[in-house]
């Protein structure tokens, strides 16, 4: 039984030692070299060159290598075949250790600090706001979301999120937390958030939606100075025209951004130079290969079992 490691960007040769390891006895083969097409049951993914993974007739399941799958859905010659997600603690934790750092840089000034450290500047602001005088707005309130609000809960912050639908919203029992829903949900979740984190997957309803005509919808009356952005979703969630117009209007007064519309972030981007904007290369959540291969490994082997897969993505919505 053959596991296909069809991966772009990444450190192949990691993973497949990794995979190797977690399931000896398995051939492991790439997309670089002569197999038998017949032989392959599983491939896992990371950005694979579309229809790459199709002509694979004894295919059972296709598993990510991430939380998202925007990646795999671009693939219009993607087998019919379940795709699993990385839901992985690891993960998670290392998510909201990105977004408290943030918010808690954006609650203590830390930016202002730094700017005066620079110029030897000893000036302290004696109306220094709470946690609790901040509202964090989280949009996606999946797995990421969910443990964000959580622990940004305990810190002090008054948070509330959005999500798709009201699956969330019911089942997340988050004390203290507010989950808005939908379209109707959206104008008055963002007309109550200080600091905007969003944690959406990138689908054809989430595409280009931090725009100028939401972000304008966010409060600018707080205590944090205005309005403030943190992506971690994906780039193609944000319009970067968009972002930098609300920075130099005012409707914003930070971003603080991990991923872009294309990435690496091109060298020729104002947004490296934007004294407002932070910017991360795309590693908020890093997927370990150690880990990951061994959700896959697990993943092969409850099937095997007998037992369902879990983290199936639901392709009618794309995450
Ligand atoms: N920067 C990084 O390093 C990094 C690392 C890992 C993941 N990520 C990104 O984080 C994303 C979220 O991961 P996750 O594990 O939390 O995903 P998840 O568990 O699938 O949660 C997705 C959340 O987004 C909501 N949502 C989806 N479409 C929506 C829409 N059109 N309107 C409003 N809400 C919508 C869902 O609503 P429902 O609850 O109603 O379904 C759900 O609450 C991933 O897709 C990936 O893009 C980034």
């Given amino acids: 039984m053959t596991v296909l490691v069809a ?33 392959v049951h599983y491939a896992v993914s990371w950005k694979h060159p579309p229809g790459s993974l199709a002509g694979l007739p004894n295919l059972s399941a296709i598993f990510s290598l ?20 990385v839901v992985d603690p690891d993960l998670t934790s290392r998510m909201s250790e990105y977004i ?20 030897r500047l000893w000036e302290d602001d004696r109306d220094q706001p709470a946690a609790a005088d901040v509202r964090v707005g989280i949009m996606g309130m999946g797995v990421l979301g969910q443990d964000a609000a959580r622990k940004l809960r305990m810190i002090g912050f008054d ?16 004390e203290g937390v507010e989950v808005f829903t939908g379209e109707e949900g959206l104008a008055p979740f963002l007309a109550r958030t ?17 725009d100028s005509k939401l972000l304008s919808g966010l409060a600018r009356t707080g205590r944090t100075g205005g309005a403030h952005l943190i992506n971690a979703g994906r780039g193609g969630l944000q319009v970067e025209a968009d972002i ?10 930070s971003a603080t951004l991990d991923v872009f519309q294309t990435e690496p972030l091109p060298q ?8 407002r904007v932070d910017i991360t290369p795309h590693n908020a959540a890093m997927s370990a290969p150690a880990t990951i291969a061994r959700l896959v ?8 079992r007998g037992e369902p897969f879990q983290h199936a993505v639901d392709r009618s919505r794309g995450y």
Wanted: glycine content about 6%; proline content about 5%.
């Fill in 7 to 39: 991966l772009r960007d990444w450190d192949i040769d990691a993973w497949v030692a990794r995979l190797r390891r977690e399931l000896p006895g398995r051939n492991i083969v790439t997309l670089g070299e002569p197999f038998d097409r017949r032989a």
């Fill in 66 to 85: 991430g939380a998202g799958v925007d990646h795999l859905m671009g693939d219009d010659r993607l087998p019919d075949v379940p795709i699993m997600r």
């Fill in 100 to 119: 408290i750092l943030h918010c808690l840089k954006i609650l203590r000034q830390q930016m202002r600090y730094v700017r005066q450290q620079a110029e």
């Fill in 159 to 174: 948070v509330a999120g959005w999500s798709r639908t009201a699956r969330s919203a019911s089942s997340v029992v988050i």
């Fill in 194 to 210: 200080d600091i905007l984190v969003c944690l959406l997957p990138l689908t054809d309803d989430t595409r280009g939606i931090l």
């Fill in 244 to 253: 930098l117009a609300c920075l130099d209007d005012g409707t914003l007064a």
């Fill in 268 to 275: 020729a981007s104002p947004l490296w130079t934007h004294p």
């Fill in 297 to 304: 490994a697990e993943q092969i082997a409850r099937a095997e």
